[in-house]
């Protein structure tokens, strides 16, 4: 009985996905989220027996072409809105993969013109399903970088990394009914947990500053003195990353209150985050100076560094300051060198200018 349901099941599935991902779109106004579900619109509309039924619509003749034909798309759209949501932007290496795709997408669709694969449907379907599910497994894979791991987002990449798997599997078990059927549901179940952890997602939206304020000093600085630290943001509207629950600050600000013992939004414009959801501080650095904030402020690296190991973390300030330079703004750090060790001090004096 049940199995008469996966088609409306399947459908209603894809709908919730792109509904999901498209809130996410309107509240975050992010290219990489744009994106995606515009991937998750075309994967609603695909040409395939379990979305068609349910709309009266029977496929008709050798559909073959029009069926993986999609695929590949599709999953070029998942490989851009991997980039933009790990980088912001598509690196020349992200360029090199994505027109590498078209390539393999040009050859495969010649193949088919000249009936290279003798109208076997396994054959024809191995390369578009190995561009869809491989996309959406790195698309999950990048994902896991900004979620928090112990809440209900982290069903999002769960959710989109097990349809890509699944989508692996589509040339060999699709003819075979008796698991195709079950599969089917499975990834229907797998897109609805994907629907929940993006909704999730959405509530860690900055809100914009009620003054923009003028940047007296941008630069990347650090110090060991508290109270300069402070002093040197102001007059900015500046994102706090910090250790301190009650930290004096005197200007407009968001605060990331880094702590274990609370989790998500505890005052207005105020959030706890766990240290080891170090990935997705950059992402957040990145919207909030997209809706105006223009300065960052870190008391915490020591910190950051225990919980996350010397490499993640000066990953995360490379990317930090990067996002921070380039929007004119300023970054300071405020650290105890004899916290740290030798080779970590010399990277920050390399990279940061004390003050």
């Not at 769960?158 to 009914?177: A, D, E, M, Q």
Request: charge should be positive; aromatic fraction near 12%; include cysteine.
């Amino acid at each position: 009985m049940i199995y008469s349901l996966v088609p409306y099941i399947n459908l209603f599935s894809r709908i919730t996905l792109l509904g999901a991902s498209s809130y996410r779109a309107v509240k975050t106004r992010e290219s990489g989220w744009i994106l995606l579900s515009f991937a998750f619109l075309l994967s609603t509309l695909d040409v395939e027996e379990y979305i068609l039924k349910p709309l009266g619509i029977q496929i008709q003749g050798n559909h073959y072409l029009f069926t993986f034909l999609p695929s590949f798309y599709i999953g070029i759209l998942f490989l851009m809105t991997t980039f933009l949501l790990r980088e912001h932007q598509i690196s020349p290496r992200g360029v090199i993969i994505i027109g590498s795709t078209f390539i393999i997408f040009h050859i495969w669709t010649f193949a088919m013109a000249v009936n290279l694969f003798n109208n076997d449907f396994t054959l024809i379907g191995l390369l578009p399903s190995l561009i869809l599910g491989g996309s959406l497994i790195f698309l999950s894979v990048s994902l896991l970088e900004y979620v928090n791991r112990k809440s209900i987002e982290i069903l999002f990449p769960i959710g989109v990394g097990s349809v890509g798997l699944l989508n692996l599997t589509y040339p060999v078990t699709r003819n075979i009914h008796t698991i195709s059927d079950m599969l089917f549901l499975v990834a229907a179940i797998f897109r609805l947990i994907a629907a929940i952890g993006a909704i999730k997602m959405v509530t860690f939206v900055p809100k914009a500053p009620k003054n923009i304020k003028v940047i007296s000093k941008p630069g990347a600085y650090w110090t060991e003195n508290e109270e300069k630290g402070l002093n040197l943001i102001s007059t900015m509207n500046p994102v706090i990353i910090t250790r301190k629950r009650d930290l004096n600050i005197k200007t407009p600000a968001i605060v990331y209150w880094i702590t274990k013992v609370k989790e998500g939004e505890i005052g207005e414009n105020i959030y706890a985050i766990l240290p080891t959801n170090i990935g997705i501080l950059t992402d957040l650095i990145y919207r909030a100076f997209k809706v105006g904030y223009n300065a960052v402020y870190i008391d915490c690296i020591e910190y950051l560094i225990l919980e996350n190991g010397t490499k993640a973390t000066l990953k995360f300030l490379y990317n930090a300051k990067d996002i921070v330079l380039s929007n004119k703004g300023t970054i300071v750090l405020v650290i105890n060198p004899k916290a740290l060790g030798e080779q970590e001090l010399k990277i920050i004096e390399k990279e940061f200018q004390k003050i």
